[in-house]
């Protein structure tokens, strides 16, 4: 299991940091701001891409937090907002959309 820090720290950690910068730049940047080591962890388990700012590095890190529900918004929006090139439809894990629903609006069956 990856280490699961904060959204705060890891923002905190991300200060300085130029985007777009991929994981390498973000586990560099982390430690030069004296991160604690659940945030460097969770920063240096994130997938190697490019990275445009610090939203898109805290949808990516594993994020625990006191409050459930920005917790769960969380994983819905990287589920959701999936922009990693190469992975097929399933890893997205995007719900299929209904033919008849999707050209007429609604499904006609009754």
């Known amino acids: 299991m990856a280490p699961r820090t904060t959204a705060e720290a890891v923002t905190t950690a991300l200060t300085d940091v130029d985007f777009p910068a991929d994981r390498d730049a973000l586990v560099s940047g982390a430690e030069r701001n004296n991160a604690d080591p659940d945030t460097v962890g969770a920063i240096r388990s994130v997938r190697p891409t490019s990275y445009e700012s610090v ?5 990516a890190v594993q ?41 007429l609006g609604t499904n006609r069956k009754k």
Do not use: C, F, M, Y
Not at 55 to 59: M, P
Not at 81 to 101: F, Y
């Open 63 to 103: 994020i625990t937090d006191e409050d459930r529900e920005t917790e769960e918004q969380l994983r819905a929006q990287r589920r959701t907002q999936h922009t990693h090139p190469g992975l097929s439809e399933s890893e997205k894990d995007v719900q299929p959309v209904n033919p008849i629903a999707e050209e």
């Open 55 to 59: 939203r898109d590095v805290v949808a």
